[in-house]
């Protein structure tokens, strides 16, 4: 008869970090604004926004390059980014 040996599930890293309670609060309604799972996910998504001006038309959920004068994609149905 054979054992398997028994192994210890993997745990996902945890990071906890101390903010003020307005970024906790900026960054969840950014979470909520933009349908985002997590605020990793919506500090990424900012870093990337800032390091990476919008290009007018394109639509960044879903990569679709609508008229420039859009508001909306006209895919997702998102409202674009706009400079104005």
Not at 2 to 14: D, L, V
Not at 48 to 75: S, T
Request: proline content about 8%.
């Amino acid at each position: 008869m054979y054992y398997m040996a028994k192994t210890k599930p993997k745990r996902h890293a945890s990071v906890s970090l101390r903010m003020p309670i307005e970024l906790k609060d900026a960054l969840e309604s950014y979470v909520a604004e933009h349908e985002m799972s997590s605020m990793s996910e919506a500090i990424i998504a900012i870093l990337v926004e800032k390091l990476n001006p919008p290009i007018p038309g394109l639509c960044w959920p879903c990569n679709y390059q609508n008229p420039i004068d859009a508001k909306f994609c006209c895919r997702c149905g998102k409202k674009l980014k706009t400079d104005q």
